[in-house]
């Protein structure tokens, strides 16, 4: 078990915290249930009060419904108004119509099918995204690299979630790799990092990071549990820092 960066404190007992702290000290404290649904929450705020976020998802959501949690608890100043998936069958969409939030499904094999390129994709991709109007348009699982045709209609307001610290692991794999790395004696621990997105995969400023331990006796699975875990608390604060700025 470890200490750091992970905390129990006395909370309410039916609803204990778990405490996250970054890299710059702070503390961040989020349900200890890994997809609890804050309960005091009835229904979603008014969106036209708070900061519109398109989210890009390709699978099960778990990062989308941390920012949809804590925004329906009033801890983010942000309401969903998109998440799109190029994966019909991710499960996040199905996060995002229990939530009410409109959703889009827009698949790139249509785009090579008929011949047009990845930029093509992009840059109708974007269009549809530019509809909900967002103050940022957050990647949390998107498995497609974006290029300049989407990303220059967003520029500076596309966030990414990384399973890695800065210069580290860049792809995918990298929490399978950071467990390998660790093993080969190459590294003591693993992160999580939040960037605004640029041209180079997983690379440009970064808003947030947070260290994440691996244990000695670690499997690919437990890493993987822990690393979201933080990947849960850090995306929203990330966001909250973006809006911030």
């Not at 920012?67 to 996040?92: K, T, Y």
């Not at 995204?129 to 998107?142: E, I, K, Q, R, T």
């Amino acid at each position: 078990s470890f200490d750091w960066p992970f905390v129990v404190s006395h909370g309410e007992p039916d609803n204990p915290l778990r405490m996250l702290r970054l890299a710059d000290g702070r503390l961040l404290a989020a349900p200890w249930a890994e997809d609890a649904v804050r309960t005091q929450s009835k229904g979603r705020a008014n969106v036209s009060a708070a900061a519109r976020l398109a989210v890009l998802i390709s699978g099960n959501g778990s990062n989308l419904q941390a920012i949809i949690d804590a925004s329906e608890a009033g801890d983010l100043p942000a309401q969903v108004a998109l998440v799109a998936s190029n994966r019909r069958e991710a499960f996040g969409l199905q996060r995002a119509v229990r939530a009410g939030i409109p959703t889009l499904y827009f698949p790139l094999r249509p785009y090579l099918d008929a011949g047009r390129t990845r930029r093509d994709y992009d840059a109708d991709l974007a269009e549809r995204v530019a509809a909900c109007d967002p103050a940022l348009v957050v990647l949390a699982g998107w498995m497609h690299v974006l290029s300049p045709a989407f990303l220059d209609r967003f520029p500076g307001h596309v966030l990414n979630l990384h399973p890695a610290l800065p210069g580290q692991f860049a792809g995918t794999h990298a929490i399978e790799r950071a467990l390998h790395a660790y093993r080969r004696g190459e590294i003591a621990h693993t992160g999580v990092m939040v960037h605004r997105v640029a041209a180079e995969v997983d690379a440009g400023p970064v808003i947030a990071t947070v260290e994440v331990p691996i244990a000695a006796d670690d499997t690919l699975e437990t890493l993987e549990a822990r690393v979201h875990a933080a990947e849960h608390i850090l995306l929203v604060e990330a966001i909250r820092q973006a809006l911030a700025e």
